[in-house]
Every structure is written in structure tokens, then in C-alpha cells.
């Protein structure tokens, strides 16, 4: 087993100081998924057709906070990209469940409401969504739910009746064919020791696709981003893990698990008389949260929302404590990695495994990706 990768130094740390909204920063961080691929297994074209998808959405996102837009719309035009990109196990690329068939999973979490939809109250925080099977991008559908609290004034959410809600939203639903891939459904077959011919679906959907670096995935994709207003959003979407059992939900969906966004006042006597002093108002800290890989590890471990604890009460650096919770993971058996951002504009990608897809975007707008436990983006 590959030993913890800890952050990619200082590429990932801000150039200047806090964010806010008078010194325009924002940031964006992305995952495609953690596991098992091989730098040794892979080919160049392999590897430049993922940094490539991955750049791609890194700039649709950067595109929305250039422009001044909010962390939600930026973290859904990122994860948008490779929700429609075959090479990543969500929506288009899900993987199979035992009994062949596509389970879907997302989430949305914001440290707090969106500057464009005020009347959001803090408390909504987030919502998942688990076993859809005909929304084209989740990540889509959740962020309609999100915004329609009254519509669905849940955390959690499932099925059927999820994907009714958001068709009456406008958001769209696709036959369960428009999911299948050759490449996931020989994965799938496959692992279970079964013929992978004939393929169903022949002719309905019959497109190449690029074949994956990563076989059998466990893994999702995810997207945080900081805004020019403070506000961080945590997206995540994913197929779920190979031949998994019917009906089984991940960490994906799971708030706390795989993802986690939240924002709290700095106390402590010291910080209230530097405040006094400095006539400074009360300071705030943000973190937002988007993992990768074994689900269920993360589920017992309550991975996202321990980063973003052991931030506060330990006052741990954010690449300190993303560390130490995959580390944590690792320690148990399960592999994986997280992509984490506070409001400072440090962002922490670490992982335990060989690789994990993964890139960062600043205002300079130059995306930098990397794939490999020993790699650093670039």
C-alpha cells in the first residue's frame, strides 16, 4: 500500500492573505476519483486524456467565480464536466451494481447561503441524494432541491420521488441506457465471473468511450470552491463502488462522511482582546470538504466533518488535518483521499493510495492537475 501523500506545498497555498470580498480571491479544487490506477499500467494518451478532462473542468468552474459568480454554481459547472465524461465514475461513467444496473449518488453542502439566493436560511447547510437512476447530472438535481427548501425541506433524500421533485424543477431525466459504457459493463461482468458478451444496449448507445485508467473504481468526483464572498460550497457525485449490492448507499450522499462545508467565529479570550484591540470584528473560519474512495471507511469514520472539526477544536492547519483523517482511514483499511479548502484559500489533496485525480485553479486561471501519489500538480 502507497504511504500518505500529504498536500502539494505551495502551489496549494494562497498567494496573499485571507479572502474577502475586497481583494476578489477565490479558488477551486477538484477530484475525479482515488484508487488503485497505475502510472506503469497507463499510457500517455490515457494519462493525457484525464488531465486534460480535468482541466477542462477546472476552467468551467474558474469561469463562474471570474465572473464574479457564487461557489455553487462554480462547484456544478465543474463536476457537470466530468458528470458528462465517461472516464469518471458519475453519471455518464457510473460503474454497475451486482445486478447491473446504475445507482447514482450526490451532494451539495455550502458554509453558508449563496450571495444570489438570500433567502436560503443558514440552517439548510445540505442535501444528498442516493439510488437515482435517471437524472443526467445529479449534480444538477441537487443543487434544484438546494434551492427549493420548501420543495424539500429534508437533508436526505432518495430514489424515485427525489428525481420527480427536480423534473418538476425543469432538471432533466434520461432513460437508465443513456448511462451505459462498455468499458463498466465488462468491469462488471467481469468481477462477478460472468460472460461480458452480449452487451445490452447494443446500437442505443454504441459511442466509443475511452477505456479508464482506474478498473473496478471505488471512487467519485467532487468539487469545493471559494467565492468571492466567503461562501464555500461541496459538491460530490459518483456511481458508487463496482458490483456493490442493491440499494447500497456510500459516504457520497452521507453528510459528515463525504462531504462537509461549514463555517464558525473564531473565541477564545486571546482572539476577543486582539479584536478589542485591533478593533477588528469577529474572525470567521470556513471549510469545505469533498472525498474519494472507500465509502464505507469514510461513513465510520465520519472523515469530512472530522477535518473540519479537528480544524476547529485542535486548530490544526487544514493540510494537518486532511493528513491525519486519511491516515486515519488508511490505519483501518480503507483507501482513499479528500480534497479540502478553508477560507484563507489553502487547499490540502491528500491521498493513501497510488492516485488520485485531482487539480486546483486560482485567479490566474491556470489549471494544474495531477494523477499520481508522486506527483505534484502542475
Not at 456510500?250 to 464558525?264: I, K, L, N, Q
Amino acid at each position: 500500500m502507497a504511504s500518505v501523500v500529504s498536500s502539494e506545498k505551495d502551489l496549494l497555498k494562497p498567494s496573499l492573505g485571507a479572502c474577502n470580498i475586497l481583494d476578489n480571491r477565490y479558488v477551486l479544487v477538484i477530484h475525479g476519483g482515488a484508487g488503485t490506477m497505475s502510472k506503469e499500467g497507463s499510457t500517455p494518451e490515457q494519462q493525457g486524456a484525464y488531465k486534460a478532462a480535468l482541466s477542462e473542468a477546472l476552467r468551467a468552474g474558474h469561469k463562474v467565480l471570474n465572473e464574479g459568480g457564487d461557489a455553487i454554481d462554480a462547484v456544478v459547472a465543474a463536476v457537470t464536466v466530468m458528470e458528462d465524461n465517461p472516464l469518471f465514475n458519475s453519471a455518464r461513467g457510473a460503474v454497475f451494481n451486482v445486478d447491473g444496473k446504475i445507482e447514482l449518488e450526490t451532494s451539495l453542502m455550502l458554509s453558508k447561503p449563496p450571495s444570489l439566493h438570500p433567502e436560503i436560511p443558514a440552517t439548510r447547510r445540505g442535501l444528498g441524494l442516493t439510488l437515482l437512476t435517471r437524472a443526467k447530472n445529479p449534480s444538477h438535481l441537487v443543487r434544484a432541491l438546494y434551492l427549493s427548501p420548501s420543495l424539500a425541506p429534508h437533508t436526505f433524500l432518495s430514489g424515485s420521488n427525489a428525481e420527480n421533485l427536480g423534473e418538476s424543477l425543469g432538471e432533466t431525466l434520461v432513460d437508465p441506457s443513456y448511462f451505459f459504457t462498455e468499458h463498466r459493463w465488462r468491469e462488471h461482468r467481469h468481477g462477478l465471473g460472468l460472460p461480458e458478451e452480449p452487451l445490452p444496449h447494443q446500437g442505443g448507445n454504441s459511442e466509443p468511450s475511452p477505456v479508464p485508467l482506474d478498473q473496478l473504481p471505488t471512487g467519485t468526483v467532487g468539487a469545493v470552491a471559494l467565492d468571492i464572498h466567503g461562501c464555500i460550497a461541496a459538491l460530490t457525485s459518483t456511481g458508487g463502488r463496482t458490483n456493490k449490492l442493491v440499494g447500497r448507499v456510500g459516504d457520497t450522499p452521507v453528510m459528515g462522511s463525504g462531504f462537509w462545508a461549514e463555517e464558525w467565529k473564531e473565541s477564545g479570550w486571546i482572539r476577543r482582546v486582539w479584536n478589542k484591540i485591533s478593533l477588528q470584528k469577529q474572525a470567521t473560519t470556513a471549510v469545505g470538504v469533498s472525498g474519494t474512495g472507500d465509502g464505507d471507511y469514510f461513513i465510520r469514520q465520519a472523515t469530512a466533518s472530522t477535518i473540519a472539526r479537528r480544524v476547529r477544536y485542535l486548530r490544526e492547519p487544514l493540510a494537518k488535518a486532511a493528513q491525519r483523517a486519511v491516515e486515519d482511514l488508511l490505519e483501518d483499511g480503507g483507501i482513499g483521499g479528500v480534497i479540502a479548502l478553508d477560507n484563507k484559500g489553502n487547499v490540502a489533496m491528500p491521498l493513501n493510495c497510488p492516485g488520485m485525480y485531482r487539480g486546483v485553479i486560482r485567479e490566474d486561471g491556470v489549471p494544474k492537475t495531477a494523477i499520481f501519489s508522486d506527483e505534484e500538480v502542475a
